[in-house]
């Protein structure tokens, strides 16, 4: 079994920054592509960032730079470093994983609980 948590959301203001992270732990053998999605109140949830294994990464058109995605392959952790946040950021941030698992398969709907980050003044 796969489990994936995430960590560092919280209140900020408008301009400020926060940092994601968002650790798999279980039965992985190696993690394929991790990526940040976000849902607000009312919308459907959305690809914020992404990153493989490679590094190769891949942003949503309204936080290109603003936030950076990165990751710690030895340690299986991914982050999202937030800036310049703006109210409409306001959302419930999911971790997801693509993994290979020890039994040799690969699963993808590998999902944090979400950690709630909001921008308000």
């Known amino acids: 079994q796969v489990q994936v948590v995430e960590s560092g959301g919280g209140l900020v203001q408008p301009g400020g920054s926060l940092r994601l992270s968002c650790v798999g732990s279980?039965?992985?053998?190696?993690?394929?592509?991790m990526g940040w999605y976000r849902q607000a109140p009312g919308k459907q949830r959305e690809l914020v960032a992404r990153?493989?294994?490679?590094?190769?990464?891949t942003y949503a058109d309204s936080v290109k730079g603003r936030f950076t995605i990165s990751r710690d392959n030895a340690k299986n952790t991914v982050y999202l470093q937030m800036n310049s946040l703006k109210l409409e950021d306001t959302a419930v941030y999911y971790c997801?994983?693509?993994?290979?698992?020890?039994?040799?398969?690969?699963?993808?709907?590998?999902w944090g609980q979400g950690t709630q980050v909001t921008v308000s003044s």
């Open positions: 990153i493989t294994s490679g590094s190769s990464t």
């Open positions: 997801n994983a693509v993994v290979r698992e020890t039994t040799g398969w690969q699963s993808y709907n590998n």
């Open positions: 279980g039965s992985i053998d190696s993690i394929y592509t």
